[in-house]
């Protein structure tokens, strides 16, 4: 029985031994490829082989911080800064002590410095001071995150704020063309209200002046049926002739025998030579002889 329980000791030691063996030997391979990652990347700046060593790395010991580290270190060097954040989160997760934990969170916070993102930036230096409260870099650059910080959040107010500043702007001047809008289409209603009721004014003139005209008309039928034409225009000569104005009778002038009273003056004249001649004509009958006064 006892033989039996220490064939059974031994194998498992045997096992165990093999596996510390194993282990020893994976771990040793695995720093091997770190090493020759970090050779090509610092003497020769080769990030892709750099990176093929490091994920071997990684493949061959997936707890092996070292690994993790450097590669997120290249990442962050090739300015792949998502990939590099997650590397870096990894490292700190299977890193053995607070000093690997704290160069994993202050490179960290470093990767969210240059994607501006403050606030994470922020968090990863205190988890970073957490782990080793004493360095001071880590302590600046967690001062330097919170001002960028709070500058950000100044500056994000200020664009909510201009936003909303644009964005009632535009309200208004919706509201303004609307209420030109509205202006326009008051002042159309207008114009066809003054069109309609110019059109009503000139229907109306028209109106009147038909029936004016037909007013006209049916005086001038009632001239012709009741008072003659002809009678009326000479009544309206008549009373032309009896109202002749002052002004157009002729004016006898001082001093000069108007037509009328020539023609009188003859005709006395006429009977006055007449009634001389008939005595003259008379003596002669008689025989007696007359002396004759010369006219003057």
């Known amino acids: 029985m006892k033989t039996v329980l220490t064939i059974i000791l031994c194998l498992q030691l045997g096992i165990l031994f093999s ?14 490829y770190v090493a020759l990652g970090n050779e090509v990347l610092v003497k020769d700046g080769n990030f892709p082989k750099a990176e093929g060593e490091y994920r071997k790395a990684i493949a061959k010991n997936p707890v092996n911080p ?9 990442y962050y060097s090739s300015e792949k800064y998502d990939e590099a954040t997650q590397r870096y989160s990894e490292a700190a997760k299977v890193a053995t002590n607070k000093l690997e934990k704290h160069k994993a969170f202050h490179n960290k916070g470093n990767t969210f410095m240059e994607q501006k993102k403050y606030k994470e930036a922020v968090e ?8 080793n409260p004493k360095d001071n870099e880590t302590r600046y650059n967690l001062a330097l995150a919170k001002k960028m910080l709070e500058q950000q959040q100044q500056q994000n107010d200020q664009n909510k704020d201009d936003q909303n500043q644009d964005k009632d702007q535009n309200k208004d001047d919706q509201n ?3 209420k030109e809008g509205d202006d326009k289409k008051d002042k159309k209603g207008d114009e ?5 009721e110019k059109g009503d004014e000139d229907n109306k003139d028209k109106n009147d002046q038909g ?9 001038e039928e009632k001239d012709d049926k009741g008072d ?9 000569q008549k009373d032309k002739e009896g109202e002749q104005p002052k002004e157009q009778q002729p004016q006898q002038v001082q001093g000069k025998l108007s037509p009328e009273q020539v023609k009188s003056l003859l005709e006395a004249m006429n009977n006055q030579e007449k009634k001389v001649q008939d005595k003259m004509n008379a003596k002669k009958a008689k025989g007696s002889k007359v002396k004759t006064d010369k006219d003057w």
């Open 176 to 178: 303004q063309d609307n």
């Open 66 to 74: 070292t690994a993790k580290y450097n590669l997120a270190n290249a």
């Open 124 to 131: 990863a230096y205190k988890n970073a001071l957490r782990n």
């Open 228 to 236: 003659p034409k002809d009678n009326k225009e000479g009544q309206d």
């Open 211 to 219: 029936e004016e005209d037909q007013k006209d008309k049916g005086d």
């Open 19 to 32: 596996q510390e063996e194993n282990r020893d030997q994976v771990i040793n391979q695995a720093n091997q």
């Open 192 to 196: 066809g209200e003054n069109e309609k």
